[in-house]
């Protein structure tokens, strides 16, 4: 059994910064493609960034390039998003994800294993 934990969301005026981590709880994951992804009410849930094993290669979403960095620490099992400029469009729930990259952009791989999410609400 493989689980993704979030941790990090929290409430943060417009223009501050929030820093999610994503924790694996098994190292057979830890060359996987990582990625974030979120979704507000009544949306569908859409892309963020995502990240290569290796942390060599990274995608984002053309909303967030530029205020977030997706980062890893295979050591620790671990995938960060630093948020910076955050807007109150940010605000959703936001959901690491993980799945083995064959080939294609790192956003379009079929991502299987997810977490359980962290809410992340921006005020104005």
């Known amino acids: 059994q493989v689980q993704l934990v979030e941790s990090g969301g929290g409430l943060v005026r417009a223009g501050g910064s929030l820093r999610l981590s994503c924790a694996a709880s098994e190292r057979t994951i830890s060359t996987y493609t990582k990625a974030w992804f979120r979704q507000a009410p009544g949306k569908e849930r859409e892309f963020v960034a995502a990240i290569s094993w290796s942390g060599g290669r990274s995608e984002y979403s053309n909303s967030v390039k530029g205020r977030f960095t997706i980062s890893r620490d295979n050591t620790k099992n671990t995938m960060y998003l630093q948020m910076n400029s955050l807007k109150p469009e940010d605000t959703a729930v936001y959901y690491c994800?993980?799945?083995?990259?064959?080939?294609?952009?790192?956003?379009?791989?079929?991502?299987?294993?997810w977490g359980q999410g962290t809410q992340v609400t921006v005020s104005s």
């Open positions: 994800a993980a799945h083995p990259y064959s080939s294609g952009t790192l956003a379009s791989q079929a991502y299987n294993y």
